[in-house]
């Protein structure tokens, strides 16, 4: 642990989490009451999502509509603060 004040050898940190991750637990560890004294701070959320397949994970889908969508997908999109889609031109979707 670095003493207090002490000036770190980097700008930030990133922390990726690979695939349908909930980003909720990361998340709920940065912002305790521990951190606030740490170098750390939860500065913001970006999700990278594969337009290609996104709406898969996103929308209802079977027999009228009733098979659960992924959860996981939802909370990374909903809160992220940046959404960078990929793979744009491998999507069939205008």
Do not use: C
Not at 1 to 27: C, H, K, N, Q, R
Not at 33 to 50: C, H, K, P, W
Not at 66 to 85: F, G, H, N, P, T
């Amino acid at each position: 642990s670095a003493p207090a004040g002490a000036i770190l050898p980097f700008d930030y940190v990133l922390i990726e989490t690979s695939g349908l991750a909930d980003p909720g637990p990361l998340m709920q560890v940065l912002w305790r009451r521990e951190m606030a004294t740490s170098g750390f701070y939860l500065d913001g959320v970006v999700s990278i999502v594969d337009a290609a397949h996104a709406m898969r994970h996103l929308r209802p889908s079977g027999p009228l509509g009733l098979m659960r969508r992924r959860a996981e997908a939802e909370k990374q999109v909903a809160v992220s603060d940046l959404v960078i889609l990929n793979k744009v031109d491998l999507s069939d979707s205008p």
